[in-house]
């Protein structure tokens, strides 16, 4: 079955890992939600993307917007993280104008995984863990994020509608060895296996070596930047099993080029786009 996944919920239409942005995309079809976790200084797992608090995004509980990259996730408390407000955009910046049709929510919290996941026991989530292996300072190691992932997923009886993922690849190889039974997924973009052996181990000297070393991890689904992507790499993941998802497909004519590739999935800043897009193909290319 087709994937199509609504990045960080839908960010090109609401506020980004809220969780109203993520009932609405939810509200537009979406059935798999992908997301970005972090952990506080408390140990609760939080949906944020950036190991910090940003400033194109977060103002204080006075309604101020921070004035430069705030504390990182590890070194706040719950409570704490719970006093900026997320549901806008700020004003003049970049992403402002990459989304300027986004609906604010003002008010919108960090919220935790939990909160999230009891949104709908029906739709599935890919869960990022945001680990960073040039600054492995920022944020808890990989292995134990994935433990308390792991955790709060099996509390909320969704082990079975989640995927694992990073471009940090000990965190879903972690989750091979302790929870096979869970969905992996493997982040990458040629900045990230440039540094492949921060987090593999090893060098991997070529982009088209990727699918095979993926296989070597146990399979399950390679999430490359889609730029990346081309077919041959895409022909030979197939090949060995995996499913292939890029990410942030965002233009109707690449989405259509893909849809016709063969990719298993698609993640989107605009799923109302890509079902649309979908829709345009015939069910063998691919239907969510």
């Known amino acids: 079955m087709f994937s199509l996944q609504g990045h960080r919920g839908a960010r090109a239409l609401f506020p980004e890992n809220t969780l109203g942005g993520l ?7 979406v059935r798999t939600i ?3 976790v972090g952990v506080t200084r408390d140990g609760a797992v939080v949906v944020h993307h950036d190991p910090a608090l940003t400033p194109d995004l977060t103002r204080d509980r006075c309604g101020a917007w921070l004035p430069d990259r705030g504390p990182l996730l590890r070194e706040l408390t719950l409570a704490q993280l719970a006093k900026y407000d997320v549901g806008r955009i700020r004003p003049g910046t970049d992403y402002a104008e990459r989304f300027p049709g986004q609906a604010a929510q003002d008010g919108a919290r960090i919220p935790t995984l939990d909160e999230a996941l009891a949104l709908d026991n029906t739709t599935a989530w890919n869960i990022e863990l945001k680990s960073l292996p040039t600054h492995p ?3 808890l190691a990989p292995e134990e994020m994935a433990e308390r992932v792991l955790h709060v997923a099996g509390a909320a009886g ?3 509608r989640i995927t694992v993922q990073s471009f940090d690849w000990r965190a879903p190889r972690h989750v091979r060895r302790i929870r096979p039974s869970v969905a992996r997924g493997w982040l990458t973009s040629a900045e990230t296996v440039a540094d492949a052996a921060l987090w593999l181990g090893r060098h991997i000297t070529d982009m088209d070596d990727v699918p095979d070393a993926i ?3 146990g399979g399950g689904a390679w999430t490359p930047e889609h730029t990346d992507l081309t077919e041959a790499m895409l022909s030979r993941a197939h090949e060995l099993g995996l499913l292939v998802i890029p990410w942030t497909v965002n233009s109707r004519a690449d989405m259509l080029r893909l849809i016709d590739w063969g990719v298993d999935g698609l993640i989107t800043d605009w799923p109302d786009r890509a079902l649309t897009a979908i829709a345009e193909r015939p069910a063998e290319a691919g239907r969510p």
Do not use: M, N, S, V
Request: glycine content about 6%; charged content about 35%.
């Open 23 to 29: 009932r609405a995309a939810i509200a537009l079809g």
């Open 34 to 36: 992908e997301i970005d």
């Open 137 to 139: 300072d920022w944020t």
């Open 158 to 160: 969704a082990l079975d």
């Open 215 to 217: 296989a070597k991890e």
